[in-house]
């Protein structure tokens, strides 16, 4: 037990547990992309429902034990980068963003709807959004002066993620009819409304914690 917290404290005067931390949320966030590149493949018809189930399925629990881990460095670590509560945030929001992929595809194997040609667009920008969030946390170290400009990407893209709903929910409701088909179509847009919202969520916790680094 104390070699255990002799080593822990020498990690936390070389920098290695707050690296470690950056290291498992940028991880996460690496689940998250392939995670919205299935989603998208779904969409695009270039997998089936069910398997794409049983891949995402296997993907989120990856990404759960990255966070599982994270929960326990931060819970010791002494000195990060961003404060731990921060990047404890990030994490979370990251999270919600698989949970959130994994229920769209999910739904769509249970929903099997006729089509999902036009929700592309909103999972591409997904896609761009959590590329640039992983920049912005590689570059707190490497190029830390460019971190901010990769945070306003990354929040445009969540924000794109929004209006491609609105407007895919205006070409929806320009049917005559309101179909079964329909409803499902809206039901699954909205999930996609959220991952857009999260990923937000992400890029705004990690904008508080410079903010804090700044004062």
Do not use: W
Request: proline fraction near 1%.
């Amino acid at each position: 037990m104390i070699l255990r917290r002799i080593r822990r404290l020498l990690d936390d005067l070389s920098g290695r547990s707050g690296q470690r931390a950056l290291d498992l949320i940028t991880a996460q966030i690496d689940v998250a992309i392939r995670s919205a590149e299935l989603a998208e493949a779904v969409t695009a018809e270039k997998i089936a429902t069910g398997a794409a189930r049983t891949r995402m399925s296997e993907i989120e629990h990856e990404g759960d034990g990255y966070r599982a881990e994270l929960v326990g460095v931060l819970g010791h670590v002494l000195t990060t980068r961003i404060d731990r509560e921060d990047l404890y945030r990030v994490s979370r929001s990251v999270d919600d963003v698989v949970d959130n992929l994994r229920d769209f595809v999910r739904e769509c194997d249970l929903y099997q709807p006729v089509s999902l040609e036009g929700d592309a667009p909103l999972l591409s920008a997904v896609v761009s959004g959590l590329v640039e969030l992983r920049q912005a946390l590689v570059r707190l170290t490497t190029a830390p002066d460019q971190v901010d400009t990769d945070l306003v990407a990354a929040r445009k893209n969540g924000g794109e993620v929004r209006n491609s709903y609105q407007r895919r929910l205006v070409d929806l409701f320009a049917a005559d009819d309101v179909t079964m088909d329909l409803i499902k179509r809206r039901e699954l847009l909205r999930r996609l409304d959220v991952v857009g919202l999260r990923l937000i969520e992400a890029v705004d916790a990690l904008s508080d914690g410079l903010l804090k680094r700044h004062f």
